[in-house]
């Protein structure tokens, strides 16, 4: 059997942001651990039994042949929109949301999962609609529709940021898949102010926009990003030094989760903060790049899908501890305290692997190195679409 050659440093960015999310969990959690009677690896030694379940999830994506995942799509999708329903109407409610299911002692979130149902659904649909895209009907709102009623079920827990993430990745997958630019501004007019209309629809999300808009007005309401902010303003260049953040004290809460960026930024400075933004920055260029030299539409859809989700979660997470936005309640991908999140990002990442495996085994050795080559691939895959070539000209092999 053919060795699978994968992409090194996409593989060396994942490991390296893993282990970084095991240093800075611990060093974040463990205070919160003492204040409540724990022991101080507490949250450490639960992080990775997760993270051992998420390498498993890891190994299978890179295991099995992408192609598997077509036709195992739909099946994904409808189970992942019917864990959704169940949430909404019997999910366990915490902090005023319903969006996990509980059984002995683990917690699934089905939001986690239904945005990796959802770049398989995607590529599989715009696969099989590839002549048809450049419609109205047939082509954008046919591939669009089920996008909605996952956004609408994952709206209803409430959880904003995961259901903007999954509008996100569906936008960028149909754009990708071959949509007119017509049929996407139209969408932009239509979608801009209902999402609008929707942030302020609701006193919760009211509130959040109002704190982050007037925070001296709305100090409680505030509070969590304010104290973000701060956090990342005491580590200066070069940080307070690791384990010695103040503000994981009592002053940010859940400091291993939804503000753990602030919490690196306070220790690690300006440095840590570019360290791993970095390591980020290597894993999206290495993630689009697959997707571009992807041969076959399917492969080409899934890679962009898995890109685009981590570079929301990312920009999310992110522009909340620097108050770019108001606050969300999103994880930093493979860095905070895991669980669903992180399994399923391992395993995306895992299936991302397999695609440039296989991207890689379908050219010849000859061709690699070859920009001639390279070139008569490019002039035969543009003759196959009418003269449009990358993500939107891929078809299917």
Known sequence: MKRLRIDIFLLLGVLALVGFGIVIIYSSSAAFAQSRGLPDSFYLFNHIKKVIIGFTAFLI?????????????????????????????????????????????????????????????????????????????????????????????????????????????????????????????????VAIPALGALMISSPYRLKRVMAFLHPENNLASSYQSLQALISLGNGGVFGTGLGTSTQKLGYLPMPFTDTIFSILGEELGLVGTLLCLALFALVIWRGLRISYHCPDRFGSLVALGVTISLSVNVFMHVGVCAKFFPTTGQTLPFVSYGGTSLVASLFAMGVLLNISGHSLDSIPESWRNNPQKWQMLAGAAKAKVGGRVGLRGKVAA
């Open 61 to 189: 994506g890179i295991s099995v042949p992408y192609k598997t995942w077509e036709g195992m799509a739909r099946p994904i999708m409808y189970l992942a929109a019917g864990l959704l329903l169940f949430v909404v109407v019997m999910g366990v409610s915490a902090h005023g949301a319903r969006r996990w299911i509980s059984f002995a002692s683990f917690g699934l979130q089905p939001s986690e999962l239904a945005k990796v149902a959802m770049v398989f659904f995607l590529a599989k649909l715009l696969t099989d609609k590839a002549e048809v895209m450049h419609k109205l009907g047939k082509g954008f709102f046919a591939s669009l529709a089920f996008s909605f009623v996952v956004f609408l079920l994952i709206l209803k827990q409430p959880n904003y940021s995961t259901a903007a993430t999954v509008l996100a990745i569906s936008v960028a997958m149909v754009f990708a898949g071959g949509c007119r630019v017509a049929h996407m501004v139209s969408l932009a007019l």
